[in-house]
């Protein structure tokens, strides 16, 4: 009965418009296009996601064959996350994108830099 009266609810918000949020993927293994905050620093690459526990993962970022670590904290739809790479380091946040399905949005610095990098990180089909 219960079940049914749901179904019925969200059936009319569908019938008046109501748009249901997306569903970021969480773990699994995503497409990455970012640009760096320059003109022309456009990049590609891959970034695996792993929960780790309830509210950590470990997150690993592959750009033109250089490596990036880096751990994060919170859940599918959000995660804030420090990273690593020859010596560097930096912060990203990732927030669920509701035009791009399973993907997220991504804003990135390395630490001392005035510059925000930005991604676009799309499941792999």
């Known amino acids: 009965m219960i079940k049914s009266k749901l179904f019925g609810l969200a059936l009319m918000g569908l019938a008046m418009g109501v748009s249901l949020p ?3 993927g969480g773990p699994g293994v995503y497409a990455v296009k970012g640009n760096n905050g320059e003109p022309d620093s456009d990049y590609t690459g891959t970034l695996t996601i792993v929960q780790t526990s309830k509210d950590t ?5 592959n750009i033109a064959g250089e490596k990036y670590d880096g751990f994060a904290i919170g859940d599918e ?4 996350a420090s990273f690593t790479s020859k010596g560097s380091s930096g ?3 990732l927030v669920e994108d509701d035009e791009n399905k399973g993907g997220y949005k991504s804003i990135w ?4 830099e005035t510059q925000l990098g930005v991604e676009l990180i799309t499941p792999k089909k």
């Open 77 to 80: 739809r959000f995660l804030a």
């Open 22 to 24: 997306a569903e970021a």
């Open 109 to 112: 610095a390395f630490k001392g």
């Open 57 to 61: 993962f470990k997150l690993t970022w």
């Open 91 to 93: 912060t990203a946040l």
